[in-house]
């Protein structure tokens, strides 16, 4: 099965630096990989994703690279705010079509914190 | 409602009960996971829902947890006599499309879990 790696675990930067997180995945079948954003009691949410026929995507100051064949994928922040510190998940998946339903494999997590 | 919600938030239980944890996902969503989440891991696949079949159930720890979605929304997670190993966050999420749908863009909206305690 899949099995994705995340790091670093924790991240802690000034407000307006860049904040960088990578991940690694195993199974060359997983074709989407998207971004998580988790704050304290809450449940995942959705921040960016990518697919597998691109290599860049930004979205304001969030932005996500991919590298299929090294079997990498980044998470980019540019100008980071006190209100980004959360806990950050990378995900892989082959996502829904032909026999597949989208099944997520998660990354351990990065705890970043933006210092004010 | 606008998005998936989960009851209880929080359960704590004695160990050797049973529990029940109910999803309600996106109206119209036909497909239906659940996740659980150690602490300070990232959320692991249990179980998987298209309506109201149950299509792979290969995450699943062991044969005390059993889930169910009769109807094709609401789902439950049951887990029969808990153990100390059992406490988690479980997470449900929803998705708008299904297998098959070839070209489909397959985002999960999470709910905000149930923190289980077993005691």
Request: aromatic share 10%; net charge neutral; hydrophobic share 30%.
């Amino acid at each position: 099965g899949e099995n994705v790696e995340q790091h670093p675990s924790t991240l802690s930067v000034q407000e307006g630096d860049s904040a960088v997180i990578k991940c690694t995945y195993s199974d060359s079948a997983s074709n989407y990989f998207p971004w998580y954003k988790q704050e304290l009691g809450k449940g995942p949410q959705l921040i960016i994703d990518i697919r597998s026929n691109v290599g860049e995507k930004k979205d304001q100051r969030i932005a996500v690279t991919l590298n299929k064949t090294a079997k990498h994928f980044s998470l980019h922040i540019t100008e980071t705010q006190p209100e980004d510190s959360a806990v950050y998940f990378c995900a892989a998946s082959d996502r829904a079509g032909g026999t597949s339903y989208g099944k997520l494999t998660f990354g351990q997590g990065t705890i970043l914190t933006v210092h004010p | 409602g606008a998005g998936v919600s989960q009851s209880p938030r929080y359960k704590v239980a004695k160990r050797g009960q049973d529990v029940a944890l109910r999803c309600d996902p996106i109206s119209g969503h036909v497909s239906l996971f659940w996740y659980q989440q150690a602490l300070g891991q990232g959320p692991e696949f249990l179980t998987y829902f298209q309506n109201e079949a149950q299509l792979d159930k290969s995450g699943l720890p062991s044969d005390r947890f059993f889930a169910e979605r009769p109807e094709g929304s609401v789902s439950t997670l049951k887990i029969q006599r808990t153990q100390q190993e059992d406490s988690a966050v479980y997470l449900c999420a929803s998705s708008l499309v299904a297998r098959g749908s070839v070209g489909s863009y397959n985002e999960q909206f999470f709910g905000p879990g149930t923190r289980l305690t077993v005691l």
